[in-house]
């Protein structure tokens, strides 16, 4: 995740109005919108995040769980 000076920076480089900014902020300092759970072929779990200070959930064993190693193992 962006720290608050690199979203501000970003916004800054798109020339994001305040609207957009501010609906961002919102959606980022948010809690997910559902729970996750795992379908026929999709393995659903949770991965305790030092990094964010929050619990990820994932909902794919060969997509979302490896790039969650790969982001939070390698910072």
């Not at 609207?19 to 996750?36: D, F, N, Q, T």
């Not at 795992?38 to 909902?59: A, D, H, L, W």
């Not at 790039?67 to 939070?72: E, F, L, P, S, V």
């Amino acid at each position: 995740m962006l720290t608050e000076d690199e979203f501000k920076n970003w916004c800054r480089r798109l020339n994001m109005t305040e609207l957009a900014r501010k609906s961002i902020e919102l959606i980022r300092s948010s809690e997910p919108s559902r729970l996750v759970g795992g379908g026929r072929k999709n393995v659903s779990g949770r991965y305790p995040s030092r990094k964010m200070r929050n619990t990820i959930q994932f909902e794919s064993h060969r997509n979302e769980l490896a790039h969650i190693y790969r982001t939070h193992l390698t910072s």
